[in-house]
């Protein structure tokens, strides 16, 4: 009799341990591009909550009772830092959960954006193999039943972004290099610029709040002349007059949409990281390279 109780325990220790390896994690990133990084390190030991969605801006976001709710649920809350999420003190007290904070740039050295420290590292991928790094080790210390795989898909993935980052210099390397200059109203592309070598040169006189005008675009024809930029993308002017008026009187290519705080929707042009990262190459070797 007694044996059979033995085998009894041992086969319900057997069905409970696979289980409870099995037991997922409630994290929260703060926004789509760390989400994805989480995701794909997590696989399906996490479920993962966002709080800033695809085409989201976290710079400016304002938090909703639900998002309280996702960081009072959470084991885990991960965030960009680099003052990226100013709104986040006063959510988490809010939530009031116990949530532990993550900082994904732990271990970036920050580029400066003005006095402050420029948050968007992600736009290196070296810089990205580094949240990659964090997500695992802190995933894998609040769950250890799950580590062994948490460390499994994160060399997976990051192999996956070393050879992403072999793209990008490739496809840079077809660029001559007079050309790698580009005018743009976005001021996140500091670590991407640092990394790559394509000279990001914000436009003279132009608030990217509001769209350009006649006079503010005849200083862009100025500048772009002035300093034989071969390509301009300007996604805050929506004249198309105007867009047409630099390409014709300066020969500058007009480049499409370059994704930098966020991903798009599931079916966009950049539904993760790394398509992002490919659909920006993509646009500036099209636009630089010729």
């Known amino acids: 009799m007694r044996r059979w109780f033995w085998l009894a325990l041992l086969a319900l220790v057997t069905l409970v341990a696979p289980a409870r ?16 990084l ?26 909703n009772p ?9 084991k885990l809350l991960f965030i960009n830092g680099f003052g990226l999420e100013g709104w986040l003190p006063r959510l988490v007290q809010s939530a009031g959960g116990k949530a532990t904070i993550v900082t994904a740039t732990d271990g970036v ?17 070296a810089n990205a193999k580094i949240y990659v790094a964090n997500i695992r080790d802190a995933l ?18 990051l192999a996956e972004l070393d050879a992403l980052d072999s793209e990008v210099r490739q496809a840079v390397a077809t660029i001559s290099e007079a050309h790698r200059k580009v005018i743009s109203t976005h001021r996140a592309f500091g670590y991407f610029a640092a990394a790559y070598g394509i000279e990001f040169i914000a436009p003279v006189g132009v608030s990217t709040e509001s769209e350009p005008s006649a006079r ?17 993308f ?21 480049g499409g949409t370059l994704y930098s705080d966020s991903l798009t929707a599931e079916k966009g042009e950049a539904p993760t990281y790394i398509a992002m990262v490919r659909h920006n190459i993509k646009a500036l070797t099209s636009a630089l390279g010729h």
């Open 66 to 74: 639900a998002d309280a709710r996702k960081v009072a649920e959470a």
């Open 140 to 157: 894998a210390a609040a769950s250890p039943a799950n580590a062994t795989a948490f460390r499994a898909n994160a060399d997976s993935y």
């Open 234 to 254: 300007l996604e805050n002017v929506s004249d198309p007059r105007l867009i047409q008026r630099i390409s014709e009187e300066t020969g500058a290519r007009i």
């Open 216 to 232: 503010d675009i005849a200083g862009i024809i100025t500048q772009i002349k002035k300093a034989k930029i071969p390509a301009v």
């Open 38 to 63: 989480v995701r794909n390190v997590g696989g399906n030991g996490v479920n993962v909550a966002m709080l800033v969605g695809p085409e989201g801006d976290a710079h400016v976001y304002r938090p």
């Open 109 to 125: 050295t920050p580029l400066k954006l003005g006095s402050a420290p420029d948050p968007h590292a992600w736009q290196s991928v």
């Open 21 to 36: 390896a099995q037991e997922r994690l409630n994290v929260v990133a703060s926004f789509s591009i760390l989400a994805d």
